[in-house]
Every structure is written in structure tokens, then in C-alpha cells.
């Protein structure tokens, strides 16, 4: 990463030179999300065939309600930055934030379970917050955005922990990453619970 304008990306239709509009991509999400995807596509095969010809209806339908969904936000997210705000649009949900001066934030690649995802806040005075993760965004587009911003990018081979990029830029990372306590406690019942079905099934 570099403090450099990225090479220009395509102009969303509706976008100037002034108001740049990005969108997410399906490249973007396969490249960090394969490996995880691969995993959790061999856990629900494991349980559809455990559980018989209901287990698998069901694995069918979830699979295909997080596909449409996921299909809606890919065509219905956008990100759009003028001279004056940032603003990430998403499933019925705007957030905006105004590059006044007083905007703080960070592009970094963070550590999230084995692999080191780009993550981009940009937060206002009033703790309002833009996120956008190289999950869904390419590089280059959370490099334009970081840069029209004037945010800190941290160098992509200076990995960060959710903790470290939140006492750097304090309000641009979600708790979820910088709280391991908080994340753990969510995460419990949900892992004792596929366990026990597991169990039940097996």
C-alpha cells in the first residue's frame, strides 16, 4: 500500500471524476472468502449427510437464501465519495461519514483467524463510521477511497491485530474485531451447539 493515488477503476454510471461511486465484487469475496467457504461447505455437507434427506432440504435452502442475499448486496451496495463525504450504502442501511478535516481512520491489512483481510475505517467527530472490508472490496478501490479520505494506510506487510488498528485509529474497527472476549462469547454457543448436533447426529 502506498499513500499514492491507485490506478484509476472503472466509473460506476452516475459517477465524475469528483463523485466516484465503487461497488463490491464476487472476485474480491472469493479470493479472501475460499478458503473459509471450502470449510464451512465441507461442515454442512458432513451434516446433510448425517441427517438424511431433511438435513440436506435444509442445507439446500440456507444455501440458497445466503446466495440470494449476498447477490442482492453485491448489486445493491455502493460506495460513493465526493469532495465533502464518504458514504457506504447496503441493504437498506447508509452510513456517511464527512470529510471535513476532523474525519480520522486507517486502511491496514488485519489479522482475522488465519488470514490477514484489508480493512478501511473512516470515522467523524461523532463516532458515525464507514467500514469497508477487502472481503467484499478490491485492493485498489479501498486504496482510492482511503486516499480521497486523507486517512493513515498502514503497510499492507505490516500485519494488525483488531486491537492494535483500534488504538491506532480509536472508533474505524467494529468491537467484533478489536474485543476477542466479546467475539468468544458470541462464538461459544454457536460452536457448542454445531458440536452437539454433531453429536446428536453421529
Do not use: N
Amino acid at each position: 500500500m502506498s499513500h499514492s493515488h491507485p490506478s484509476p477503476t472503472p466509473l460506476t454510471p452516475g459517477a465524475t471524476p469528483d463523485v466516484v461511486v465503487h461497488r463490491p465484487t464476487w472476485a474480491a469475496f472469493w479470493v479472501s472468502a475460499k478458503t473459509r467457504a471450502l470449510i464451512f461447505g465441507a461442515a454442512m455437507l458432513f451434516v446433510a449427510v448425517r441427517s438424511g434427506p431433511s438435513g440436506l432440504v435444509a442445507v439446500v435452502v440456507a444455501l440458497a437464501v445466503a446466495g440470494v442475499g449476498f447477490a442482492v448486496f453485491l448489486r445493491t451496495a455502493t460506495v460513493t465519495v465526493t469532495p465533502t463525504s464518504v458514504s457506504y450504502r447496503r441493504l437498506g442501511r447508509t452510513s456517511t461519514v464527512a470529510l471535513d478535516g476532523r474525519q480520522r481512520g486507517l486502511l491496514c491489512v488485519m489479522t482475522q483467524g488465519v488470514q490477514g483481510i484489508p480493512w478501511l475505517g473512516v470515522v467523524g467527530p461523532g463516532g458515525e463510521r464507514v467500514g469497508l472490508s477487502g472481503a467484499y472490496f478490491d485492493g485498489a478501490v479501498l486504496g482510492d477511497v482511503a486516499a480521497r479520505s486523507g486517512v493513515t494506510v498502514v503497510p499492507a506487510e505490516q500485519r494488525l491485530t483488531g486491537r492494535e488498528a483500534h488504538r491506532l485509529a480509536p472508533g474505524s474497527v467494529p468491537a467484533l474485531l478489536h474485543r476477542p472476549a466479546l467475539v468468544a462469547l458470541i462464538a461459544t454457543p454457536v460452536v457448542l451447539g454445531v458440536i452437539a448436533v454433531i453429536a446428536i447426529l453421529a
